[in-house]
């Protein structure tokens, strides 16, 4: 199953490693899910972690960070965005999300943003939060979770 994940889960998946965030990047490291994101998307994440707040109230270091994103980019599909839709009104610049879920043809779009979670699906893709994302996939494949 190929799933495209959104910079929040991401950010989410390093400091909450044990939520359902934590488990779907768990499952992509385990080759149990085919992890694509958004160069933007990736980016958006890292900016967000390196932020003064976000290190010290999870104290996390430079090197952690790093690793966390090389890692990331080892494990999934990092993917350019090109054209954008105009498909989130709330929120123009989640677009991207949506464009490389099209792309490249994903089962499934996972975010905790509202404006996408609100949409419910794109062009057939269910857009789900990380928690009814790992249900579906458990749902479908038991074994896989």
């Given amino acids: 199953m190929r799933a495209v994940l959104d910079a929040n889960v ?25 992890m694509v994101i958004p ?3 990736l980016i958006e ?3 967000a972690l390196r932020k003064s707040r976000v290190k010290d109230r999870y104290r996390l270091t430079r090197g952690r960070i790093q690793r ?5 980019r080892e494990g999934a599909t990092i993917v350019p965005v090109t054209a954008q839709p105009d498909a989130v ?21 996972v975010s905790g943003d509202g404006h ?5 699906s794109y062009q057939g893709i269910p857009i789900l939060s990380p928690r009814e994302a790992l249900t579906r996939l ?5 074994d896989a979770c």
């Fill in 45 to 47: 994440a890292a900016i």
């Fill in 89 to 109: 009104p709330g929120d123009p610049r989640d677009n991207h999300v949506l464009a490389v879920a099209v792309q490249e043809r994903c089962d499934m779009i």
């Fill in 116 to 120: 996408l979670l609100e949409l419910e």
């Fill in 10 to 34: 991401l950010v989410s998946g390093l400091l909450v490693g044990v939520g359902p965030s934590g488990q779907l990047i768990d499952l992509a490291s385990a080759r149990r899910l085919e």
């Fill in 68 to 72: 966390y994103v090389d890692d990331l």
């Fill in 39 to 41: 160069s933007t998307a």
């Fill in 138 to 142: 458990r749902d479908e494949d038991p």
